[in-house]
């Protein structure tokens, strides 16, 4: 007799002040049949008991709390009982950077409360895809240290860049995780690196914060987007959150366009409406990264790269955060390379001083 294999729904504890935000984001999951409220904390200090008593298996938690601040409970939390955690921040700048913190010190999402660009709706869409994400993403140690600033990071020794073809573009995608990611591999591109650009799944606001941080890290230009821009050598440009970007030569020169449009691959900005414009604008003359992060979006655009003649890498499984992304890619045989992490700028230069 057959067996009914019966699935254990996701459990999830809110942790918010807001009984409005905690409100909310309960309702946004109510209707998913694999995922589950499991109960709320109006701060830190409940929230640890509900952990030990409930078990849950993703933890949303607020920044801005009485009694203890969000991310002083994700470094002990993160020390002493590590869980997947996703940040609920609101759209305020000096928010949005202490989001990014957060993901610096073992949150692996980070997702906006509704406000402004960032719509209920929206909310309602996002968080139970986050969610998924969250409960398979493998946790990465924390730094044991404060709060990590740019002066505190330490740069990795230059990489010597060969002459190689001005026409280079590298074009780099990821999801769960992604921001970290994104921070290793740009941080050992040298300042003459080909143009760069990127598409992170993250929320509005939160992209400039983003972009802004690598700018400060990073030996290359680091931007948000704008519609227009000129991609050069040496300049880095991110996908703003809620927005596509697209790649396109015109007069010998590649621009970049910033749209409005649907969601591809349940995304915007989505890594495939990217890379497929990478693949008609560069061709050969493209490098693509396909980096951690849950579902497909990626692998269907890093195959037309790979058939228009670029060269392409996937993380490896065991320094992703999620491997969803670049599995896929691998899956349907887009890659030319599956590398850890830590080689993926070195590996990204060398082609790209020899892409011809």
């Known amino acids: 007799m057959e067996q009914k294999v019966v699935e254990r729904k996701i459990k999830v504890l809110i942790v918010d002040d807001s009984a409005i935000v905690r409100k909310l984001l309960g309702e946004a999951l109510a209707a998913e049949t694999d ?3 499991v109960g709320t904390a109006p701060d830190p200090y ?11 298996d993703v933890l949303t938690l607020d920044i801005e709390m009485p009694r203890m601040d969000g991310i002083t409970f994700l470094k002990k939390l993160m020390k002493f009982h590590p869980m997947p955690v996703i940040i609920i921040s609101s759209l305020g700048q000096a928010s949005s950077k202490i989001a990014l913190e957060a993901l610096q010190h073992g949150a692996v999402d980070v997702l906006a409360k509704p406000g402004g660009p960032y719509s209920v709706g929206e909310l309602q869409h996002d968080l139970p895809h986050k969610v998924r994400a969250a409960a398979h993403a493998r946790l990465q140690r924390a730094p044991a240290q404060g ?10 020794p230059p990489i010597s860049l060969p002459p190689g073809n001005p026409s280079a573009v590298i074009a780099i995608g990821a999801s769960t995780g992604g921001t970290e990611a994104i921070r290793e591999v740009l941080m050992g591109i040298p300042a003459s690196s080909p143009g760069i650009v990127v598409v992170q799944h993250i929320p509005p606001v939160f992209s400039t914060a983003f972009a802004n941080r690598l700018n400060d890290l990073c030996r290359i230009q680091v931007k948000e987007a704008v519609d227009g821009d000129r991609l050069t050598p040496g300049l880095a440009l991110v996908a703003p959150g809620n927005f596509h970007m697209t790649l396109a030569k015109r007069g010998g020169e590649y621009r970049v366009s910033v749209q409005d449009g649907p969601r591809v691959c349940y995304q915007r900005p989505a890594v495939d409406v990217l890379f497929e414009s990478v693949a008609t604008a560069a061709g050969r003359d493209a490098i693509g990264a396909l980096l951690t992060g849950m579902g ?3 692998a269907q655009g890093m195959l037309k790269m790979k058939r228009a003649g670029a060269k392409t890498i996937a993380q490896d499984e065991a320094s992703c955060i999620v491997f969803g992304m670049p599995r896929e890619a691998i899956r349907m045989g887009a890659v030319d390379q599956i590398l850890p992490l830590n080689r993926i700028a070195s590996e990204l230069i060398a082609w790209s001083a020899v892409a011809v």
């Open 35 to 37: 995922i589950e409220v």
């Open 147 to 156: 709060p990590v600033v740019a002066a505190a990071v330490a740069r990795p």
């Open 46 to 56: 409940v929230a640890r008991d509900k952990i030990l008593s409930l078990r849950p």
């Open 296 to 298: 497909a979006d990626g």
